[in-house]
């Protein structure tokens, strides 16, 4: 690549981010002078009682609403897989 053509790509690439550090300068400041840039304030969470059902998890969100269901003496499968997979290298070690 000769020297003219990096200077070339030098001065396109200053060019480039001079607009955008002007454009984010420029935007700021009308956001500031119009209003807009004023912090909107934030509503707290509502407390959501517990259930009487202590297996089934329930939460909420503005766009979506979650209900996680416990089992009892429920094993990962990534526990199980692990203890088949050990069981070959130490049969009956697990009773």
Same mark, same amino acid.
């Given at each position: 690549m000769p020297v003219?053509?990096? +200077?070339? +790509?030098?001065k396109r690439m200053a060019i480039v981010y001079a607009t955008g550090v002007w454009t984010m300068v420029g935007t700021y400041a009308v956001y500031k002078y119009t209003g807009r840039l004023e912090d909107i304030p934030v509503e707290k969470e509502k407390a959501v009682p517990l259930p009487e059902d202590k297996t089934?998890? /329930? /939460?909420? *969100?503005?766009?979506?609403?979650?209900?996680?269901?416990?089992?009892?003496?429920?094993?990962?499968? *990534?526990?199980?897989?692990?203890n088949f997979i050990s069981s070959f290298n130490n049969p009956g070690g697990d009773e």
């Open positions: 003219n053509d990096v +200077w070339k +790509w030098y089934r998890l /329930f /939460f909420f *969100t503005e766009h979506s609403k979650v209900v996680v269901v416990c089992q009892k003496d429920f094993v990962p499968y *990534t526990t199980r897989i692990y």
